[in-house]
Structures are given as C-alpha cells and as structure tokens.
C-alpha cells in the first residue's frame, strides 16, 4: 500500500513539473515526452531555455572617481587657456589682495568687504593670479574687461600667425664677385622678407686682406636692404680668417626711427635746397 501511494505521488510530480516547463519555455513536453529519450528531452529544454534568455551587458561597479566624472562638452579642449573676465560675486577664496581699477594696491581684504566695494563702485571683480597666496584679484569696469579682451585677442592672433622663426646660414669668400655676391644678396632679402634669421659667414681668401675687409662687406650687404635688415648679432671674427654675423628683419619701430634718421640725416646735408 505504500508502495503505491508513493508511486501515485511520483507520477503527480512528473505531469505538474511537464506543465510548468510546458507553460514558461513553450515546449510541448506532455504530448512528445513519452515519445522520446531523456537526452532528447534535455535538449528540448536547454534550447528553449535560449530562447527565452537575453544577456544585457552592464557594468559591474564603477569608482569614485568615474561616478564623479562629468562628460566634457564637444568642441572644449582640455588644456585650454581660460577666458579673461569677471568671476561674478561668487569668490571662491576667504582673503584676496585686491587692486583697484586704477592699478592701485588695497593690500589683503576679506570677499565680504570685496562684494561690498564692487556694490557700492559699480565695479566687476576680476583674478589675475589666483595660485598665490593670497591670490591676486582686480576690481576693474566693463570697459576695462573689454578693452583688455580685445588686446589678448589682437596679441594671441599675431602669434599665432608668426610661427616658429628659422635661422638661414650662407658662407662665401671676402673676394666672392659681383655677379655672386648680388645673388647672395637676393636670396637673403628672401629669407629676411619671411622674417627668418640669417646668419652669414666670411672666408678670408688672402692673409694680407686682413679683417677689416670681410667686416666692411657685412655692412655693404646691411646697406642694400634699407628699412628691411639689421644686425641680430653684430660682426666679429670667430676664428682666424673667418667672421660671421647674424640679421634679422627690423621691427616697425625701427623701421620707423630709420626714415627718420635718414631724413634728418639729408635736412643736415651741407648745400641742400629749402
């Protein structure tokens, strides 16, 4: 009588767990278990157990320091300069050495009384050197700011198309002829127009020349190129029978003084007509 009753409770087991497998993996178990080998029936299930999963990869855990992390916008660069202007009311500092719109120092104030100046002045606050201690601010006007924006623009944008300045070198003899010495000439006027350095050297061909003619040819080459070339490094002799020097392009400043040199220079002229 046991004996049955536990058969009884096995076969019940069997036909609840077919249904269930049944139901949650769409298997027809019922119908085909009894027309098939446990093996087969294993596999049934291990295949309908693939189509009801689905893997999602997801990422374990994360640090602090990715947790805290903020996605950097599109076109911001990493090591870009920062904008010059106002910082608004928020200090982040307790103390600051304060200057004031004129450039006068107001020695170490406390942000309170800095707020408090900017209020009563009409006036924006500005960081100049902020890693010192304390750091550098400036009370400033909005004119001011602007005005010094438009500096650092005109300033950055001038070298940036300056570039990298290279240095050019040519060595002749002191008794190069004509013909060579105009083509030499023209090939540093070249390199001078692109604002490059040249540095130029003199052989001395005959003992008896002596250095004084290779230094004189340095100022006839100076000479052919008015308003444009002076000496970066002034002629000297580094070596027996052999001297060297160094142009580059003149500054509009010098340029300038230059006409003006040369224009007095002609006025002082003994016999010249007014």
């Avoid at 085909?32 to 087969?40: A, P």
């Avoid at 003084?257 to 007509?273: A, I, L, N, Q, T």
Wanted: aromatic residues 4%.
């Amino acid at each position: 009588m046991a004996a049955l009753c536990l058969r009884k409770l096995i076969h019940q087991a069997t036909r609840n767990e077919r249904s269930c497998i049944n139901k949650y993996l769409d298997i027809p178990l019922v119908q085909t278990m009894q027309k098939t080998t446990f093996s087969q029936a294993l596999m049934m299930v291990m295949a309908g157990a693939k189509r009801r999963l689905m893997f999602v990869p997801t990422k374990s855990f994360c640090t602090t320091e990715e947790a805290e992390k903020k996605p950097e916008g599109k076109g911001k660069k990493p090591n870009a300069p920062k904008t010059f202007g106002s910082i608004g009311r928020k200090i982040p500092q307790r103390i600051l050495h304060v200057i004031s719109e004129n450039g006068d120092s107001l020695g170490n104030m406390h942000r309170g009384d800095v707020i408090r100046l900017m209020n009563e002045r009409d006036l924006k606050l500005v960081p100049l050197r902020e890693n010192e201690e304390p750091p550098v601010y400036r009370l400033m006007t909005g004119k001011q700011i602007y005005e010094e924006q438009l500096k650092r623009r005109e300033k950055q944008k001038a070298s940036s198309k300056a570039g990298p300045v290279q240095l050019k070198e040519l060595t002749f003899s002191a008794a190069i002829a004509k013909h060579d010495l105009e083509t030499k000439i023209r090939q540093i006027q070249q390199w001078i127009d692109k604002k490059h350095h040249v540095r130029i050297s003199v052989q001395q061909q005959n003992v008896a020349d002596g250095p004084e003619k290779m230094l004189a040819l340095f100022d006839q080459i100076v000479e052919t190129m008015p308003e444009k070339a002076t000496y970066l490094s002034q002629p000297r002799v580094i070596k027996e029978g052999k001297s060297t020097c160094v142009l580059r392009q003149m500054s509009d400043k010098e340029a300038s003084e230059y006409r003006k040199m040369e224009k007095e220079k002609r006025h002082s002229e003994p016999g010249e007509r007014k």
